[in-house]
Antibody, heavy 129, light 107 residues
Framework: QVQLVQSGAEVKKPGASVKVSCKAS????????IHWVRQAPGQRLEWIGW????????KFAQSFRGRVTMTRDTSISTAYMDLRSLRSDDAAVYYC??????????????????????WGQGTLVSVSS | DIQLTQSPSFLSASVGDRVTITCRAS??????LAWYQQEPGKAPKLLIY???TLLSGVPSRFTGSGSGTDFTLTISSLQPEDSATYHC?????????FGQGTKLEIK
């Protein structure tokens, strides 16, 4: 079965960096983008970006550009998100999720629509001096 | 950025009730709208994609509709296990954005 298993909770000081991993299993890793989403306490889900595991291409939300790096190691089906210069408002649960084009109406070979169909369990990142 | 506004933000209903949550986009997103269910302390789970297609295995009491800027998620007969927060997400343009969530409480 499809699983995304993330690394454990982190406690960081302001200005530090954090690297979260996301190990995929149960499906071929390369064809499906891995998205990263975070959720700060009491806030809405916030999309950070995605990485294409097949070629390493990435796309980020403007608010994270310059501070985030996404990489992958296809030999171990693992994606990584590295966030630098941490601030107190970066404290959140960080999720990885698989992006997939899914068949509309369940009709294979017809129109598709994107969605995040499997999610990791989340990684709590705390930022405190 | 496309803003998604859900209403209501909080909903309290009884088992067997029919409930509707709306998601309004600040710009058209076609039918690239997904709904997720999130139980406390857990990751979101995909329920509906393409605005109206139910993910395989999701109970048929969940339905989604809409296109463009106005979308709805309806639960036809509320069950105790439906207590959760529901999020909409647009996947039509970048950055992908989410609604603020609707917390559904079972009375």
């Amino acid at each position: 079965q499809v699983q995304l298993v993330q690394s454990g909770a982190e406690v960081k000081k302001p200005g530090a960096s954090v690297k979260v991993s996301c190990k995929a299993s149960g499906y071929p890793f390369a064809p499906y983008w891995i998205h990263w989403v975070r959720q700060a306490p009491g806030q809405r889900l916030e999309w950070i970006g995605w990485i294409n595991p097949s070629n390493g291409d990435t796309k980020f939300a403007q608010s994270f550009r310059g501070r985030v790096t996404m990489t992958r190691d296809t030999s171990i089906s693992t994606a990584y998100m590295d966030l630098r210069s941490l601030r107190s408002d970066d404290a959140a649960v960080y999720y990885c999720a698989r992006g997939k084009l899914l068949p509309i109406g369940g009709q294979i070979g017809g129109q598709t629509a994107p969605a995040l169909d499997y999610w990791g369990q989340g990684t709590l990142v705390s930022v405190s001096s | 950025d496309i803003q998604l506004t859900q209403s209501p933000s909080f909903l309290s209903a009884s088992v067997g009730d029919r409930v509707t949550i709306t998601c309004r986009a600040s710009q058209g997103v076609g039918n690239y709208l997904a709904w997720y269910q999130q139980e406390p302390g857990k990751a979101p789970k995909l329920l509906i994609y393409g605005a109206s297609t139910l993910l395989s295995g999701v109970p048929s009491r969940f339905t989604g509709s809409g296109s463009g800027t106005d979308f709805t998620l309806t639960i036809s007969s509320l069950q105790p296990e439906d207590s959760a927060t529901y999020h909409c997400q647009q996947l039509n343009s970048y950055p992908r954005t989410f609604g603020q969530g609707t917390k559904l409480e079972i009375k």
